[in-house]
T-cell receptor, first 114, second 110 residues
Framework: DAGVTQSPTHLIKTRGQHVTLRCSPI?????VSWYQQVLGQGPQFIFQ???????GRGNFPDRFSARQFPNYSSELNVNALLLGDSALYLC?????????????FGEGSWLTVV | QKEVEQNSGPLSVPEGAIASLNCTYS??????FFWYRQYSGKSPELIMF????GDKEDGRFTAQLNKASQYVSLLIRDSQPSDSATYLC??????????FGSGTRLLVRP
């Protein structure tokens, strides 16, 4: 069975540009979350979606946005990129969005902003 | 501010020994607890998931949870060089998002 798939795996952008990252959850999973991991730190929560509705948002500026599609895949968009946005962006998939569910991560998208 | 604390390490153990990784958390309302292994340059891989007080065993791994002390640990028996990685402790808060520690780097010496 396919795990959580993310694309692209690596990308380089220039300051001020826009980026879209994509995620397909494990088949049957309806909840998708996004996390940002900078070097030397644990992942930080950005968004959670369940059944196409936003269920949570972390402490990130409005430049970050996301959505979930009817097939449960998801996009993370970041506008007006800053050097500090360089990080590993992780998509997490779970069956539902609540307690008691295991959460699996994709391989991540490595974003470098120059 | 909800926090998850881990010793950054590195924790160095000889091959075949037991590695003990520890994590404390601040939110008493936390219900689910996760251990992820992360190799350098890779994404986190789920190792253990526990939500009840006590021990949970899976192969060489044992997770221990003590909600009264707000403490969760991971024991790795018969440690192998391939276990060398960063181990991330994560706690699910009341809004179902994961709060991560900064990770403990484990080094298993051949």
């Amino acid at each position: 069975d396919a795990g959580v798939t993310q694309s692209p795996t690596h990308l380089i952008k220039t300051r001020g540009q826009h980026v879209t990252l994509r995620c397909s959850p494990i088949s049957g999973h309806k909840s998708v979350s996004w996390y940002q991991q900078v070097l030397g730190q644990g992942p930080q929560f950005i968004f959670q979606y369940y059944e196409k509705e936003e269920r949570g948002r972390g402490n990130f500026p409005d430049r970050f946005s996301a959505r979930q599609f009817p097939n449960y895949s998801s996009e993370l968009n970041v506008n007006a990129l800053l050097l500090g946005d360089s990080a590993l962006y992780l998509c997490a998939s779970s069956l539902v969005g609540g307690s008691g569910n295991t959460i699996y991560f994709g391989e991540g998208s490595w974003l470098t902003v120059v | 501010q909800k926090e998850v604390e881990q010793n950054s390490g590195p924790l160095s153990v000889p091959e075949g020994a037991i590695a003990s990784l520890n994590c404390t958390y601040s939110d008493r309302g936390s219900q689910s607890f996760f251990w992820y292994r992360q190799y350098s340059g890779k994404s986190p891989e789920l190792i253990m998931f526990i939500y009840s007080n006590g021990d949970k065993e899976d192969g060489r791994f044992t997770a221990q949870l003590n909600k009264a002390s707000q403490y969760v640990s991971l024991l790795i028996r018969d440690s192998q060089p391939s276990d060398s990685a960063t181990y991330l402790c994560a706690v699910m808060d009341s809004s179902y998002k994961l709060i991560f520690g900064s990770g403990t780097r484990l080094l298993v010496r051949p």
